[in-house]
């Protein structure tokens, strides 16, 4: 248990972390989850399970807005998120299962990959995606689409981690959904994927109810200061940033496992 | 065609389970207790808020006449609906 005076320091990183997420682009998760385990210290189920809350709570703000504009596409959602739910809560089972060693090393791999596809794109200026059209669906496309999101899924609840990393390429490249679109369905299914499987986590008790609302209330002013910012500030620097701050503690991550496995 | 859907649902679902969630640990603080229902009760309505707001998106569809469209969402959200069920049988 973590000690109540920790509290606005954990609220203070939320605003952090959505500012800096928001300004590389991607969802919260990939750093709530290293600063749970490294930062604070506590257990890896206990991480996953309170960063998947936190999943949930903060993408209902951007999914609502989708939601009123009427930007979620349907067949996408209903051909990817069955999957995707499955995986999550499949997902859950192996970290419930696996020990906790094993899942730090696996996410310390999954950072370093993460983190070096990002230095990848800023380099080569890469990842904007397809215009998508709509005619281009095929039953392959999506027998396809629905097996990548099993793998989305997976890694979301096996890693407290949203997946949009993942779910909108999969849309955008696969389904050839268009760019906003993707990203608006997207954000429902996140929502969807980590309440699946948070579920398995809810059960034994592992959420940390607190940390999650404190990291959440933080997260979401956080992200929209970020997303303001963002028109300002040269996103190719701080996608560079964030993908160093990735990069250290990934290599962390997988040394201090490694020690503990070898111990 | 897409339908826009109220977000009302998705929006209260997740703000009721957080001000119950809240309330939880603020009584288990001041009573010095470690396990509480109501905290539970809570996470639960955040964690069931996506799902509802997907099914009023259905709702939505088949009140504007997008019988196909709306079928789609009832079948997922079943499909997702019987991978919560499974889980909590487990």
């Known amino acids: 248990m973590i000690s109540e005076l920790l509290i606005p320091l954990v609220l203070v990183s939320g605003v952090g972390i959505g500012l800096v997420s928001a300004m590389a682009g991607v969802g919260g998760g990939v750093l709530v989850i290293p600063f749970l385990i490294l930062g604070l210290g506590i257990d890896v189920r206990v991480a996953v399970a309170t960063s998947l809350l936190c999943v949930v709570i903060t993408s209902s703000s951007a999914a609502s807005v989708y939601l009123r504009e009427g930007l979620i596409d349907v067949k996408a959602l209903s051909n990817l998120e069955p999957t995707t739910a499955l995986g999550a809560v499949v997902g859950a089972y192996i970290t419930l299962t696996l020990p906790p060693h094993m899942i730090k090393f696996a996410l310390g791999i999954l950072l370093l990959y993460v983190s070096l596809t990002m230095i990848k794109s800023v380099i080569k200026g890469v990842g904007r995606g397809v215009e998508g059209t709509y005619g281009g669906t095929t039953p392959l496309r999506r027998l396809v689409g629905a097996t990548l999101s099993f793998l989305a899924g997976l890694a979301s609840g096996t890693f407290g981690i949203g997946g949009g990393v993942v779910k909108v390429p999969i849309m955008n490249l696969v389904l050839r959904v268009p760019m906003k679109v993707a990203v608006a369905t997207s954000s429902l299914m996140v929502g969807l994927t980590a309440s699946a499987g948070e579920l398995p986590y809810l059960i034994h008790g592992l959420p940390n109810p607190l940390l999650a609302l404190a990291l959440a209330l933080g997260i979401v002013p956080g992200a929209t200061l970020g997303a303001k910012l963002m028109g300002r500030l040269r996103t190719r620097y701080v996608k560079l940033i964030f993908s160093a701050i990735l990069l250290y503690v990934s290599t962390q991550l997988v040394i201090t496992s490694l020690m503990r496995w070898v111990s | ?90």
């Open chain 2, 1 to 90: 065609m897409r339908a826009k859907a109220s977000p009302k649902v998705l929006r209260i679902g997740v703000a009721l389970g957080l001000v119950i969630t809240a309330l939880g640990e603020l009584i288990k603080y001041l009573l010095g207790i470690n396990e509480l229902r109501i905290t539970s009760l809570g996470l639960y309505i955040i964690v069931a808020s996506p799902i509802a707001s997907l099914i009023t998106l259905g709702v939505e569809y088949l009140r504007l006449g997008s019988v196909k469209e709306a079928l789609m969402i009832f079948i997922t959200s079943l499909v997702i609906t019987a991978s919560y069920i499974m889980v909590l049988i487990h």
